[in-house]
């Protein structure tokens, strides 16, 4: 049975820990000027896999959080 929070996924983000995130271009692409460009280039790949030097999992997964939702909340250290 398909897990049906990564249907219809089509990136690959992968983190500095290398521990992998499935997720929409369209909601990626929105946060990230820089993430737009890459991933409107016609060259690439069909799902591609973006390395996100310098950002941890934990961090990436409340980023993706305040993409997909509009609101996280971070625990403070």
Do not use: C, N, W
Request: proline fraction near 3%; hydrophobic fraction near 45%.
């Amino acid at each position: 049975m398909v897990d049906r929070s990564e249907l219809f996924t089509d990136l690959t983000l992968v983190t500095e820990d290398l521990r992998e995130s499935r997720a929409h271009r369209l909601v990626v692409s929105s946060g990230s000027k820089v993430l737009q460009k890459i991933l409107a280039s016609k060259s690439l790949e069909r799902d591609p896999v973006i390395f996100l030097s310098g950002i941890l999992h934990d961090d990436l997964t409340f980023i993706l959080q305040f993409l997909y939702y509009g609101d996280v909340t971070v625990p403070q250290v």
